[in-house]
């Protein structure tokens, strides 16, 4: 597509919960990221996809988050027994190649109750 | 010491007039560097790359001293539609993923 589509926009979860963030890059960007920012705080860089290659998953901050891109297109990021701190922007990004910068989507932004 | 360090602001800063921001990274591996703007509440979008050489683009200039491993953002003339907060980032050698800063938030006063 023209840009990197992220769905949903909104979404707001109990605590407990499981949810799944859904990205879909440009077409024909061969590196994914996965990153979220919370109220008034930088980026913080949780997964990273580049071709069939092991994803460098060192950013992810519990074993609650996981994350799998299929296809070498579409990623969904997947956040288990949601919990109050969870509640962050998450943002999606794709790059041609390393060295070049990243188009964002336009985020997810979770709220957890 | 984080990898990538700004001044958060806020600046405050009159129409017209020119404003520069410096950033400061840790790692002398670093390659790449680039510029990013963020609007609130919005997605971060890619202001400009920096190269080692210094750019341009439009009213927009950048700067990388990489001896004290800085990076710079020059905007002159600024604009009312300026204001965001810019965001430093930079690319480690061999590393894929971005090491973005806090922001440094700009304000253009009328």
């Known amino acids: 597509g023209a840009g990197v589509s992220q769905s949903p926009s909104n979404k707001v979860t109990e605590k407990g919960k499981d949810v799944e963030l859904r990205c879909d890059p440009i077409?024909?960007?061969?590196?994914l990221y996965w990153y979220r920012q919370s109220l008034g705080q930088g980026l913080e860089f949780l997964i990273y996809f580049q071709g069939n290659s092991a994803p460098d998953k060192s950013g992810l901050p519990s074993d609650r988050f996981s994350a799998e891109r299929t296809g070498g297109s579409v990623s969904t990021l997947t956040i288990q027994r949601t919990q109050q701190e969870d509640s962050a922007v998450y943002l999606c990004a794709s790059s041609l190649r390393q060295g070049l910068g990243y188009t964002f989507g336009s985020g997810t932004r979770l709220t957890v109750v | 010491r984080k990898e990538v360090e700004q001044d958060p602001g806020p600046f405050n800063v009159p129409e017209g007039a020119t404003v520069a921001f410096n950033c400061t990274y840790s790692?002398?591996?670093?390659?790449?560097f680039f510029w990013y703007r963020q609007d609130c509440r919005k997605e971060p979008k890619l202001l400009m790359s920096v190269y080692s050489s210094g750019n341009e683009d439009g009213r927009f200039t950048a700067q990388l001293n990489r001896a004290s491993q800085y990076i710079s953002l020059l905007i002159r003339d600024s604009k009312l539609s300026d204001s965001a907060t810019y965001l430093c980032?930079?690319?480690?050698?061999?590393?894929?993923?971005?090491?973005f800063g806090t922001g440094t938030r700009l304000t253009i006063i009328p």
């Open positions: 077409s024909g960007h061969t590196a």
């Open positions: 790692n002398s591996a670093s390659q790449s």
């Open positions: 980032v930079v690319n480690r050698e061999g590393n894929e993923k971005l090491t």
